[in-house]
């Protein structure tokens, strides 16, 4: 399922509305020279694809696989203390790829253009408690759509969380930073939740109907999760008198997933210099104006190539949010020509490394836990 971009107008037809403070010098006619640019930019990574980056992606699903097979074997002898270690480690380490930079990024298209029935949006199911589709509605269709829109991007708290200052207080957003902590081990299933819409039933806007059918697949795909990691990984263990141990170790490493998973996502638009954007301020949004709302509402990590490996490359969150579709090996390329893109153009442009991006969005929850 590739993203398609909603853009409201064609370029040249921007209506009159108050775009954000950070873009606010830029005139319409700099607006639409800037989207042509990003638009050449992206043409430029599309007509370069080829071997070299299907042999990236195949490489690094071979390394996950491997990686989770040796972890599961380990983990048959997971009563000794070094297997144990060793196997919670592997497979800690082939959830994370897996979910960041092949299951995330396959699910966004960025490989549909090697026509592999096996890497391909439409058929790939990851190893999140989520079913793929389920996200792809929320993720994909919804949020890189609406990024940062207060009320279009649910997003934006997740739900759960108040993450701006336009969402209404409660009383119940006291419990902020608690709720923050308590999701981050059981990520998956937060998300899993969220991704039914719940809300969404209860006002109206989603039928019975589709509820139920988003029930039955998430169901259906609790059932594979757990079979595979808290029923045979840890009988087969038994065997050798490793069953608890196994059973603790997958748990473990599910968990340890989560809580990586939760700290990159969180530092994709709630560190300090990502904006929110209203309603009022999309209204007869064009090309120019929708890359600008990717940009300032998104946030990078800087870091090692190790580092952008193990957050799927959403360690450029910008150039994803600008750019979903493009395989993430090309990120890292394309982020040196955006940065100097939005120099030129005098629009902020996020980064900083993992800590100091990690402590800014758990500031802003424990900020607004507060009226």
């Given at each position: 399922?590739?993203?398609?971009?909603?853009?409201?107008?064609?370029?040249?037809?921007?209506?009159?509305?108050?775009?954000?403070?950070?873009?606010?010098h830029l005139s319409d006619a700099q607006i639409e020279e800037l989207g042509r640019e990003l638009d050449a930019l992206r043409e430029s990574v599309i007509a370069t694809r080829g071997a070299k980056d299907a042999a990236y992606i195949r490489r690094v699903i071979a390394t996950q696989r491997s990686l989770e097979l040796a972890g599961r074997a380990t983990l048959l002898l997971a009563k000794h203390k070094p297997a144990w270690v060793a196997?919670?480690?592997?497979?800690?380490?082939?959830?994370?790829?897996?979910?960041?930079?092949?299951?995330?990024?396959?699910?966004?298209?960025?490989?549909?253009?090697m026509r592999d029935p096996d890497i391909h949006s439409t058929t790939w199911e990851w190893d999140f408690v989520t079913p793929s589709r389920a996200w792809q509605h929320t993720h994909n269709d919804l949020h890189h759509t609406w990024t940062n829109v207060v009320g279009k991007d649910r997003d934006v708290g997740y739900t759960i969380l108040r993450m701006d200052e336009d969402q209404e207080w409660t009383p119940r957003n006291l419990g902020n930073p608690i709720y923050n902590a308590l999701l981050?081990?059981?990520?998956?299933w937060g998300i899993a939740i969220y991704d039914l819409e719940l809300d969404e039933?209860?006002?109206?806007?989603?039928?019975?109907?589709?509820?139920?059918?988003?029930?039955?697949a998430f169901g259906a795909k609790f059932l594979k999760q757990a079979a595979k990691d808290y029923v045979a990984t840890p009988a087969a263990a038994m065997l050798a008198g490793s069953g608890k141990q196994a059973l603790a170790a997958t748990l473990t490493a599910n968990a340890a997933r989560n809580v990586w998973a939760h700290a990159v996502i969180f530092c994709g638009h709630f560190p300090a210099g990502a904006d929110t954007f209203t309603e009022e301020q999309i209204e007869g949004e064009t090309r120019g104006d929708w890359y600008v709302r990717q940009m300032i509402g998104s946030a990078n990590i800087s870091g090692s190539k190790l580092m952008h490996l193990m957050t799927g490359n959403l360690s450029f969150q910008i150039e994803h949010h600008l750019f979903p579709d493009l395989p993430s090996n090309r990120y890292a390329e394309v982020a040196v020509k955006v940065r100097e893109i939005c120099a030129r153009y005098e629009l902020p442009y996020t980064t900083g490394p993992l800590p100091k991006q990690v402590a800014s969005a758990w500031a802003k929850v424990f900020r607004l836990a507060l009226p």
């Open positions: 399922m590739t993203i398609v971009t909603p853009f409201l107008l064609d370029s040249g037809q921007h209506a009159e509305t108050a775009r954000p403070s950070a873009a606010a196997g919670t480690g592997m497979l800690t380490i082939a959830k994370i790829l897996e979910n960041m930079e092949i299951g995330h990024n396959v699910l966004h298209g960025q490989w549909d253009w981050a081990p059981v990520f998956e039933y209860r006002e109206g806007r989603k039928s019975k109907a589709e509820l139920v059918q988003g029930l039955k």
